[in-house]
């Protein structure tokens, strides 16, 4: 089993900038990709970003290009988002998830862990 933990989420102006954390803890050995997802109100979980745990390559959604930037820690076992001009749109609940998986990583169902989830609000 895998425990992911996400923290950093809160209330930030558009254009301010905020960063996710995820710990992970258990087997991390196990895990290949990690990724970030978001859940706003009333809308589906939505990829927004991966990446690979051994060649740190990484994957993001076309709304965030530019602006989101995923990273990962290996020796602290954490995954970070750093999210920078954000807009109201990016408001959502933030889930971090660790797949095996080295492909289909956009997809929510390649993903087997998840964490608890974290509010990021953007206000206009």
């Known amino acids: 089993q895998v425990q992911l933990v996400e923290s950093g989420g809160g209330v930030v102006q558009a254009g301010g900038s905020l960063r996710l954390s995820c710990a992970a803890s258990?087997?991390?050995?196990?895990?290949?990709?990690m990724g970030w997802f978001r859940q706003a109100p009333g809308k589906e979980r939505e990829f927004v970003a991966a990446?690979?745990?051994?060649?740190?390559?990484?994957y993001y959604k076309d709304s965030v290009k530019g602006r989101f930037t995923i990273s990962r820690d290996n020796a602290k076992n954490t995954v970070y988002l750093q999210m920078n001009s954000l807009k109201p749109e990016d408001t959502a609940v933030y889930y971090c998830?660790?797949?095996?998986?080295?492909?289909?990583?956009?997809?929510?169902?390649?993903?087997?862990?998840w964490g608890q989830g974290t509010q990021v609000t953007v206000s206009s």
């Open positions: 990446i690979s745990w051994s060649d740190s390559t990484t």
């Open positions: 258990g087997r991390t050995f196990s895990i290949y990709t």
């Open positions: 998830a660790a797949t095996t998986a080295a492909h289909r990583v956009n997809e929510l169902w390649a993903y087997r862990y």
